[in-house]
């Protein structure tokens, strides 16, 4: 459903649903997500390279972590979102 929300910009159809003016929607979740981890991904690199001294392992390590990452912090984000305290 949330893929749906953010592929097909869908609201839910939900009988009775009221939009949560203060949330944030996913796509904009996955957009601070993906540049987030763009950052990330490359401290991830450099600090491979600089301990490993192989290229082809850093970058591997890299993207490993760039893909883990990504999910959780979507899913982090998620959770946060619902929570009113500080908001």
């Known amino acids: 459903m949330i893929l749906d929300q953010i592929i097909f ?10 939009e ?3 949330s944030e929607k996913p796509l904009r979740s ?3 997500a993906l540049s987030w981890r ?3 991904t490359i401290d991830t690199l450099i ?3 600089l301990l490993t001294g192989e290229l ?6 890299a993207s490993i972590d760039f893909l883990t990452k990504l999910v959780l ?3 982090h984000e998620r959770v946060w979102n ?6």
């Open 73 to 75: 912090y979507f899913f």
């Open 56 to 61: 082809s392992v850093a970058t591997s390590i």
């Open 9 to 18: 910009n869908k609201k839910a159809q939900t009988k009775g649903f009221k």
């Open 82 to 87: 619902k929570i009113k305290w500080g908001k």
């Open 20 to 22: 949560d003016k203060t």
């Open 47 to 49: 600090v491979s390279y």
């Open 38 to 40: 763009v950052i990330g």
């Open 30 to 32: 996955v957009l601070k």
